[in-house]
């Protein structure tokens, strides 16, 4: 009688509560778990892909294969640590079915040990370094890499009488990426990188380094900053009258990222840039898309940080439609290999060797359109791959 | 044959900017000395002391303790050669109790300072020891109040105390009553009284009363110089020393 | 001084209290049963909790130069990204595998690296006054966040040190999701430093920390070398946050240069001076307040927990003095002296 | 090469009128403030406020914000900081950091995370070329704007009856107080311009230095190092450390990126050992 009652207080009351009550109801709902960077120097990043992600739901129905979807969002601060313990108590308090976010790459990468060991996909909507989703088997990337929005900028460079060009990148994972993307291509069809320059991260001031490309006297400079940077860097280049000196200004889309390009002011028209997605694409799908997103959203324009949210849901949605609500992660990551639809960014797939996603890549050039400052697509290079 | 000197200084200077605080001071201690300092405020009395046990460098000249040269020994190593002092301002540990302040002192002295693993206490030795001393200077009843919030008189004896706990050669004392009320100077007085006969004792004092019962040789400072040195009947007598310190009043010898 | 044959009264009395500095005390015995107890209480927790007993460390290594020997240091957060750093490499190029990934392992290497930096640092916090010591630890620390960020080679830079790779500790225990190992890991590890901690600040060795706090004439008056006991209790300090360190990149497999930046040492800081500096408890319970404070707030308004805790860092500093344990001894002394106890 | 020179004097000028009210309070009643760069925030931000939102042209924003910053510090002297004179540096540490969480909240609330930017007035942007160099027409502004605070801030307290009381408290508070000045009362007026002169920095430095909440943390950084090379007994020797500072910090990052902020960070401790006074400070007899 005695031991009976010692097993009942402690042992029992604890495992009941951890894993037996909450089993029961997963049947019936199934939990996206959102870790994003809510607030910090990334937080447009993480209201941009939230607004995208509740713009599908709200699109789509709450409801996938009969279950009912419920969105948590996390805030990691853009900060790794934080990022993984959310990850873990989302896995293990909430026992979500999916992961999905990350704002930066070390946010992805510390959140990769994780998904492994619990076998649940995470859904990359914004992270862009090309070595994040192979280094777990349950990452899906619906964003971007870096790799894939330079190539077209350093091909399009050398066609157009870009003969020596300066990189300028911020100082981590997928700045490097891109330096070493665009310096590869660009090279390969001719072009001469002069110098690859690097800001630090955190706190950066470009006027240094912006003189010193000045002082190389490049044909064309390449800039690639983190979405949230672009405006201070854009009037620091207009400060510092790259342009007048006859340098011509190209980049990823990150500079002139939707989410700022308004507010930098006239002296961006006819910057050249590449990227994946532009908020003035012209495509059926996505002025349906803008128009939805300006009125949830109180005229808040949507980036290319937005689609990376919107189409994770679709992902999502359409990997429990062909596992029919099964909630078994392997079974979810090899529904989602070889998914293909039309987003509002164009066409895109989800590479089933490289769970990578493939997808357009546009050149575009900063036009005022109608009052407002838009990055207008004029030439695209079809279905390039996420990474090899 | 003569006492060995312990403490011996050699043409000592000490120079502020300007100021000359000690001038060429040429001074030994025998052993067992009971030797007063004494001189107008300013004289540089506390200035000297600080030289001998090292919390000041001397600008030029040389100080000998028991014979070595101790000139640019800081004044921990001074310590422990034998040399311990009071301050004329209270210096001890606000937050420690008077039974710790002695442990401490012990234990630094028998180079158990740095012992980390045993508590303090484990020694019963040195416990008994403190409690000896608190004893001596009549301070048991407050062996284990915090010494910040100790009365000034007890303060002064646990100066003393300190000093002792570190089995000096030479024992520097800076006005060990200054500051002490009337009824308590007594019990100083006595302390000083049966302090062991084989350290030496320099006492710096303003009471001329105290100075006279204590003192067997007496050096006068004025201006930072050595002005005269004899025993108290000499100094008392001395025509100079009246004329410059002791004013016109009576002494009673 | 005459041999006393059999000690005095005041002196067994003396013995007593003086032992009774370093027994036991009731209240600290349950402060620890219900440490392990959070194994059971708040089994979904436990990451949460494993955080708390590392950043527990970091204070008490802060208490052991700031509480114990006055030493004020903004850089303490240094040593913990060292540690961090050093481990976390272990963790990676032993991959998980050989001897090197073993956790208990790298807990020596973080601590050594750091304690051997903090040995070579500590030369510079002998002489100045408060002022230049807060500017030359925090000089230290931006250094050293300056160098993980440069290193990108060996630290991976702003992306973090990626394939951290910790085995099972001792061989045995795997690292589990649910952060059980963990919490028992890190809390085991806090309980051993902590005693050792304890003895080291009970013994004659604390009690001249204390005084060199107190007053730095009088330590020299009694021949205390006082560089070397400053240097040695530096090294001390900077090993146990290197351990904090390592314990962290183990336990989150990852390592960033947010584990070097500014608001470690000052929330280091903050949580000793909010437990009470001093009390050796001090940090435990500062970083159990202050960790649970910013979860809850947290989750409440994200952003603004920073503003909650700027408030409560400045009421502190104008109302209470010497932190929640330094109130509890101000109303136990009132007590006893109003109570007319001893 | 001249370039470089010329906006590293121009980053050190503004450095020294952000920091110069930080170096007198800290002589004077040796306070710590690590949270003076929240005035140069607040300065900062109502220019961004003013122009982005009310169209105020910009030269109205520089005494604008000098005014703001002055009234500021003079609220938070009279409540808060009086109680801490007394109290140790640690607190005062403490103390300050709590005001810096609390301004970066509040900032971050109002204005969001991410880099706000201020389009400057047409004349005063575009660069002209001298000595073959192209100089930014700000950065010449800059200069000339401050050099002018240096030269009134000497002459202030060399030649005014409040200047020399000032001097003589910073030079020994107990003698002051004991000859009649009234140091506390002192102590606040200073405290009020140093802080509006960091206000007005902050303006100033809208053009040059991007703004964003943690704007005071990272600034705390430049503004002590200002202080422990120039020391804090005079104002020759901080406008000559921030001027060093300024200098170093934009060839740092120009000649050896990788190794920049590295340079900085090594004088400061190298000069806190080797004088603790400051580089340019008489060794301080206090």
Known sequence: MFRRQILKSIGVAGLALATGVSAACAQEVVKVGLILPMTGPSASTGRQIEAGARLWMAQNGSTVAGKKIELIIKDDTGAADQSKRLATELVVNDKVAFLGGFGLTPLALSVGPVATQAK?????????????????????????????????????????????????????????????????????KGGKVLESLRAPLMNPEFAAFLQKAKDLKPDALFLFVPS??????????????????????????????????????????????????SAAHDSPENKAYVAAFLKANNNMRPNFMSVGGFDGMAAIYKALEKTKGDTDGTKLVEAMKGLAWVSPRGPMSIDPATRDVTQNVYVREVKKVDGQLYNVEFATIANVKGSN | MSPRILLESRDLVKRFGGITATDHVTFSLPEGARHALIGPNGAGKTTFINLLSGVLTPTSGEIFLDGANVTHWSARKRAHAGLARTFQINQLFADLTPIETL??????????????????????????????????????????????????????????????????????????????????????????????????????????????????????????????????????????????????????? | MSNITSPSPEAMRARAVLLGRSRWGVAEIIFWILAVACYWLFPTKLS????????????????????????????????????????????????????????????????????????????????????????????????????VNQMKWLTGGSDGLQGVLPSAVLGIWEFDLF??????????????????????????????????????????????????????????????????????????????????????????????????????????????????????????????????????????????????????????????????AS | MLTILLDGIAYGMLLF????????????????????????????????????????????????????AAALGLVLERTLYRHLYDKTHLDQVLFSIGLVFIS?????????????????????TGRFSFLGASIGVYRVFVIAICGLLVVSLQLALTMTRFGSRLRAAVDDGRVARGMGIDVTRIFAVTFAVGSGLAGLGGALGTGIISFDPT?????????????????????????????????????????????????IYTIMVVVLIVRPQGLFARAAAK
């Open chain 4, 215 to 263: 704007f005071p943390l990272k600034y705390m950084i430049y503004f002590l190092i200002v202080i422990s090379v120039g020391g804090t007994t005079t104002i020759t020797g901080p406008f000559l450390a921030a001027i060093l500072l300024g200098v170093a910090d934009v060839a740092g990052k120009y000649y050896v990126p990788a190794v920049g902020g590295f340079i």
């Open chain 4, 104 to 124: 970066i909240a509040m900032v971050d609330y109002a204005y969001g995370a991410n880099q706000q930017i201020v389009n400057l007035p047409d004349y005063l």
């Open chain 2, 103 to 253: 442990m401490l002192t012990i234990a630094e002295r028998e180079g158990e300072g740095s012992s980390w693993w045993r508590p303090v206490g484990a020694r019963t030795d040195f416990v008994d020891e403190a409690v000896a001393l608190l004893a001596q200077l009549g301070i048991s009843d407050i062996a284990h109040a915090r010494v910040g919030q100790l009365a000034y008189g007890k303060q002064r004896l646990l100066e003393i105390a300190v000093a002792l706990a570190q089995k000096p050669k030479v024992l520097l004392l800076d006005e060990p009553a200054a500051g002490v009320p009337e009824h308590e100077r007594e019990q100083i007085l006595d302390v000083v009284a049966a302090l062991p006969k084989d350290v030496a004792l320099i006492l710096i004092e303003h009471d001329m009363h105290l100075v006279f019962r204590f003192a067997k040789s007496i050096s006068v400072l004025v201006n930072g110089g050595l002005f005269v040195e004899g025993t108290p009947d000499e100094i008392a007598n001395d025509p100079r020393v009246r004329q410059v310190y002791l004013g016109e009043e009576e002494v009673h010898v």
């Open chain 1, 120 to 188: 649940v996909p995470a859904v990359i909507m914004a992270a862009g370094t090309s070595t994040i989703v192979a280094s777990s088997p349950y990452f899906v990337r619906t964003s971007f890499t870096l790799p894939q929005n330079t190539a077209p900028m350093a091909q399009w460079s050398a066609a157009n009488g870009i003969k020596t060009v300066v990189t300028l990148v911020s100082d981590y994972g997928p700045g490097l990426d891109s330096e070493k993307a665009f310096k590869a291509e660009f090279e390969a």
């Open chain 3, 179 to 340: 952060g059980r190992v963990a919490f028992v890991y890190s809390l085991v590890v806090l309980f051993v430093l902590f005693v050792i901690a304890r003895a080291l600040v009970k013994s004659p060795f604390g009690l001249s920390l204390q005084a060199i706090k107190g007053n730095m004439l009088r330590t020299r008056a009694i021949g205390m070398p006082v560089n070397a006991r400053l240097v040695a209790v530096y090294t001390v300090a900077a090993f146990y946050a290197g351990v904090a360190g390592a314990l962290a990149a183990q336990t989150t497999q990852f390592a960033s240069p947010d584990y070097v930046a500014f608001h470690r040492s000052a929330d280091a800081m903050l949580m000793l001076v909010f437990g009470g500096a001093g009390h050796l408890y001090g940090g435990l319970l500062g970083s159990i307040i202050f960790r649970t404070m910013q979860d809850v707030l947290g989750n409440i308004t994200p952003q603004y927990w920073q503003f909650w805790l700027g408030v409560t860092l400045v009421a502190l500093v104008l109302f209470v003095r010497g932190g929640i344990l330094g109130l509890l001894d101000n109303m136990l002394a009132a007590w006893r002296r109003k109570g007319g």
């Open chain 4, 17 to 68: 009128i952000l920091a110069v009210g930080l170096c007198v309070t800290l002589g004077l009643m040796n306070f710590i403030n690590l949270a003076h760069g929240t005035f140069a925030m607040a300065g900062g931000y109502l220019t961004i406020t003013l122009m982005q939102k009310a169209g105020v042209p910009f030269l109205l924003c520089l005494p604008a914000a000098f005014i703001f």
């Open chain 1, 228 to 277: 949230g940077q672009g405006a201070s860097l854009m009037k620091q280049v207009g400060e510092r009258e790259l342009a007048k000196s006859g340098i011509k200004i190209i980049g990823t889309g990150d500079v002139t990222d939707d989410d700022q390009l308004n507010g930098m002011g006239d002296a961006l028209i006819g910057m050249i840039t590449s990227h994946n997605y």
């Open chain 3, 48 to 147: 949460l909790l494993s955080e708390i007993a590392i950043l527990g460390l970091v204070a008490l290594s802060v208490d052991l130069v700031l509480g114990y020997a006055g030493i004020v240091t903004l850089g303490q957060g240094a040593f913990f990204g060292i540690g961090a750093y050093a481990a976390g490499l272990a963790a990676k190029f032993g991959m998980g595998t050989s001897l090197w990934s073993d956790p208990v392992i790298g807990l020596f290497i973080g601590g050594g690296v750091a304690a051997v930096i903090g040995f070579a640092t500590s030369f510079l916090v002998l002489r100045g006054s408060d002022m230049t010591r807060l500017m030359v630890t925090l000089g230290v620390a931006l250094i050293v966040d300056e160098v």
